[in-house]
């Protein structure tokens, strides 16, 4: 069984290593595309999240205001009443 110190530098040494890897990465953009495009199984006026799932009586004030925002932008309502109800 490793000792606590050894174990220790065991995951400072691996911690050093991401950070060389990520450090010396070179992402380049592919392409960018709808997530309908790559996920048909969306539906139309379907709103995706950071989180678990939650019923429209649950979202916080700001995931609201953000999805309303988002009916608006998308044309899926005209006013914020009108966003509101879908």
Not at 2 to 14: F, H, L, N, V, W
Not at 27 to 50: C, I, K, N
Not at 64 to 70: D, E, S, W
Request: aromatic residues 2%; proline residues 10%.
């Amino acid at each position: 069984m490793p000792s606590p110190s050894g174990t220790a530098d065991r995951i400072r040494g691996a911690n050093a290593e991401f950070m060389a890897r990520i450090a010396g990465a070179a992402p380049a953009l592919v392409r960018v595309r709808s997530a309908r495009a790559v996920m048909p199984v969306l539906e139309d006026q379907t709103v995706l999240h950071a989180g678990p799932p939650v019923t429209p009586d649950r979202l916080c004030g700001p995931m609201r205001g953000a999805i309303l925002g988002a009916a608006l932008l998308e044309g899926w309502a005209r006013t914020p009443d009108e966003a509101a109800r879908l």
